[in-house]
């Protein structure tokens, strides 16, 4: 029976009997405000996976509530870092912060609330950031033209890891073809008036109407820098425009350049101040340009250069 009906059973009882059930009924309006076996938990968290930064990034940390009513209370708190050599925090209150990488190694920030009742804390993995200050040359073609050279050997998906600078020094970068170009050739120039040896100059990988576009992610760059990418494409005996186009994707926005790589032995485009995204990539898509009048819109990539910017 129902607590309303229970009192209307009972309404026309006298005397301390009334006052009682009057009281009863008081009770059981209040319990109904309730849901059995809930309960009243308040709580925050900063995720579960560690948070991944390099030296000299900023991040922001955000305190995660589990309900709005949560967020609406607690609005009074205080973070720490274990070890401020690591990591250091731009500021020390509040619901969010901001975290500076300082040294590669981990540690663990913790925020707690003024009452001490909600707490949470995040493993902070920072990692070195390789300051680039030697350019990266990368060959793309038959013949590997040895060092300074970094070759990628075949035109289909695959890696080149930890690409060496100029001075053979081991940067982290890496070069991933994500879309594969359709082959490979030794018909580029076999002299040019770049610098460039005739294994780089007269090897290329190439494509065209069949396979419109390929696709080359550089990863692992310091996102905190910013990078020229030159490029060069060539192919000899022809008299066509063979004009390839370069667009290169990073944090903010896509620049294009092109060159016509027909008996190219002079000419190499660069992208400038190019900043890579916050996971440290910069996207490359190589296709035929829009003055290209060749029948099968041949495009190729001979070789890519990374220098710091200035």
């Known amino acids: 029976m129902h607590c309303e009906h229970f009192f209307y059973a009972k309404v026309r009882s006298s005397g301390w009997r009334f ?8 009770s059981c309006k209040k ?36 309900s709005r009513a949560t967020e609406a209370l607690y609005k009074d708190f205080s973070w720490t ?3 401020p050599a690591i990591a250091r925090l731009e500021a020390k209150a509040g619901v969010a912060i901001s975290l500076v990488g300082l040294d590669s190694g981990a540690t663990t920030v913790a925020v707690v609330s003024s009452d001490q009742r909600l707490k949470a804390e995040k493993t902070i993995l920072v990692s070195k950031s390789f300051l680039l200050t030697d350019p990266v040359y990368i060959n793309f073609g038959v013949t590997p033209p ?13 890696r080149l890891a930890n690409l060496a600078d100029s001075k053979g020094v081991s940067t982290g970068i890496n070069l991933d073809i994500i879309d594969d170009f359709e082959g490979e050739n030794g018909s580029g120039m076999l002299s040019n ?12 990988f190439w494509g065209s109407n069949n396979n419109p576009a390929a696709v080359i992610k550089l990863s692992n760059l310091n996102r905190n820098r910013y990078y020229d990418l030159s490029f060069y494409g060539s192919r000899r005996d022809v008299a066509d425009n063979r004009e390839t186009q370069y667009t290169v994707t990073g944090r903010y926005a896509s620049a294009t350049v092109a060159q ?7 000419v190499i485009s660069t992208v400038k101040n190019v900043r890579p995204t916050t996971s440290g990539d ?17 495009f190729y990539l001979n070789a890519i250069m990374i220098e710091p910017s200035k």
């Open 19 to 26: 006052l009682l059930l009057l009281l009863l009924f008081a």
């Open 31 to 66: 319990s109904e405000d309730v849901t059995f076996g809930s309960k009243d938990v308040r709580a925050v968290s900063l995720g579960t996976a560690p948070l991944e930064l390099m030296e000299g990034d900023t991040v922001a940390l955000d305190l995660i509530f589990n």
């Open 81 to 83: 870092v274990k070890d």
């Open 146 to 158: 040895g060092a300074p050279f970094n070759s990628v050997s075949a035109p289909q998906t695959g």
């Open 193 to 204: 008036t770049l610098g460039l040896p005739s294994s780089v100059s007269g090897t290329a």
């Open 260 to 266: 016509n790589a027909s008996g190219n032995g002079s």
């Open 282 to 298: 910069v996207v490359i898509a190589v296709k035929a340009g829009p003055n290209n009048n060749n029948g099968l819109k041949y």
